[in-house]
């Protein structure tokens, strides 16, 4: 497949965002002198007193934590969205702004500090993936909920502060940029083809076979084409679902599959813990319908090179667009070389 | 001004691209027990002999740097893009993509290796407003060449590997994303209003004085309404410029004057050099006429409540959309009242 491009600088385009990403190929031999990061690789303790998020422990807020043993959410003590903040908006000549609900949770997947998704079991991975579809439900009823981001933020890079395995969840009332973009892209595929785009897309990446990272029977996860993060990777469901409340037990289980499976790759790639934050995108829960959604899980991880060296995404990044040094091929082809078992596992 | 709407959750609109910020003005006061940085204050010498970009030392390319006493610019030793990449394109189902072509520079600010914007003199910054319009006249003027970003990493947050007061410019066929955004709503604003968005926007900021930092006879520097980083600002010329080009010999000098005074309350805010990205947004270099374009210079730094806690944008922010603690207006407070000399400074 066309190797003069892919060996060239070039851009490739984002069919879910319409935007597109600078890709260096040639770029990945420059040397590093700058900051790196520190290699966390020691396992913890499996409960620490000082956690917060551990069971029996009591929070900053007061609370104390039940003595849990499945999965356990609950409101965050800080909650960057609130469900009473009163109607308000602004409009005064250039200045415009809307007062904004929302509630917002935090999910500990295990009672177990040391733990982390590809170190738990498949099943306990499924009982996370249950909490998730009960807080979509559940939150996504609420008055004011239109939308319900899921998403975990994993290592200290990651702006992680406590390593207790957990992720969080932000509803809120209106529908955030990121879903608005893909909205109207996967609106406009079907309004043309009446087809998932990413259904189209999923066909056409197990034809081609390059990008592919790992597949069970409900699940494939790979890389994107226009993938933004080295090793940025992507979940897709095979069958047409909009949101993760439409899995039955059994994609339930494929998904906690693939989850544990790309997590593992991804600790294996440079035998650490590996940072990313990851998220699901799927349709909003204000009532409409949005039968051209496709839902999915994304997984942006920051590092480059080495447990220690990660990608900066920053000034012409954020002036100009999106840069990336190895293509999404050469990503995926590292990563599918892996050990299938844990790399801090006995055979 | 509606204390209701600024003390409580909300959105607020960026008029220049078009999307939304939450704001979270609560939660300031949220434990932080995460990932600090290193603090760094202690200037260092001002030669260097294992500095890639002193005057008279070798890169790793080979090439030895000219004994430089005024900016110097050199084409980039891994530059991101390339003049000479063959022109090709892939439109294969669902995947797109196309070559790009380009020439990225490095401009060395100052021969000091202990300097940085902040500490150097008003006319030697005045040297590099000067450098800045050669390459972006001289670039731009290239064939292929339709976009020039200049920008700065500074600071090894931001992912700079070197400490030399430098700065970077990549050019290139296509005109970037965060580009073509601006270009969009300014040329809406301009169709309906036939004046400049920006131009019409700084008039309310001035009229309203919370979020100017400071002004002189030419250039504005302010904490925009829909900032997202926490001290985010960005210099506005008064006169509507549609790129630095335009600048005349008196303007470059307040230019550089609001750069030295921008960077010292940068610098004196938390006592440290303040890490930051910075760029400058203008027109493209295609031959088209943008008479809406209001050119100008941003900041997007990260640091959020010292020296060493930065703000993260991570999971939510990456999955749905920016997301800030502190507002714009506690921001410009803070900044306004530093003293005006830089803190590493007698009296
Ligand atoms: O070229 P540099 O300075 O080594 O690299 C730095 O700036 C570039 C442009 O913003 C980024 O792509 C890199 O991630 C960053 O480390
Ligand atoms: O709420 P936490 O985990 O303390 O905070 C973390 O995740 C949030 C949501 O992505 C970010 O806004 C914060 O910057 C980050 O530190």
Chains 1, 2 share one sequence.
């Not at 509630?103 to 170190?119: A, E, G, R």
């Not at 975990?152 to 969840?169: F, L, R, T, Y």
């Not at 076979?209 to 469901?237: C, G, K, S, T």
Request: charged share 25%.
């Amino acid at each position: 497949m066309s190797n003069e491009l892919n060996n060239n600088p070039h851009r490739r385009y984002n069919i879910l965002t319409g935007e597109w990403i600078l890709v260096s190929p040639h770029r990945t031999k420059r040397p590093w002198q700058g900051k790196t990061e520190k290699h966390n690789s020691e396992k913890g303790p499996d409960y620490d007193p000082s956690c917060y998020l551990c069971p029996g422990n009591t929070r900053t807020s007061g609370e104390t934590n039940p003595d849990y043993t499945e999965p356990f959410a609950f409101t965050n003590d800080f909650s960057a969205l609130l469900p009473d903040t009163p109607e308000k908006k602004l409009n005064d000549g250039l200045l415009k702004a809307e007062a904004e609900k929302g509630i917002c949770k935090v999910v500990c997947f295990s009672p177990d500090h040391s733990l982390t998704l590809p170190l738990m079991k498949t099943g306990d991975i499924k009982k996370v993936v249950k909490m998730w579809k009960r807080e979509y439900a559940d939150l996504g009823s609420r008055e004011n909920i239109n939308y319900v981001q899921i998403f975990e933020n994993k290592g200290a890079v990651m702006g992680c502060s406590n390593p207790h395995p957990h992720g969080q969840i932000w509803s809120q009332s209106s529908i955030p940029t990121e879903i608005q973009k893909k909205s109207k892209h996967f609106k406009e595929y079907w309004q043309e083809n009446k087809r998932s785009l990413l259904a189209d897309y999923l066909k056409q990446e197990l034809e081609l076979d390059e990008r592919i990272l790992v597949q069970n029977e409900h699940f494939v996860a790979l890389i994107p084409y226009w993938a933004v993060w080295p090793y940025e990777a992507m979940i897709i469901p095979r069958e047409h679902h909009q949101h993760i409340g439409q899995l039955n037990e059994e994609e339930e289980q494929s998904f906690a599959e693939i989850i544990k499976k790309l997590t593992i790759m991804y600790d294996n790639l440079f035998e650490t813990s590996f940072p990313y934050s990851s998220g699901i995108h799927q349709i909003p829960t204000n009532g409409k319908e949005y039968p051209e959604w496709h839902f999915h899980m994304s997984f942006y991880p920051p590092l480059l090179r080495s447990a220690t060296v990660k990608k900066f995404m920053v000034g012409y990044e954020m002036f100009a667009g999106p840069q990336r040094d190895i293509t999404a091929e050469m990503a995926a082809n590292t990563l599918k070389q892996l050990p299938e078992k844990h790399y801090t596992k006995e055979v």
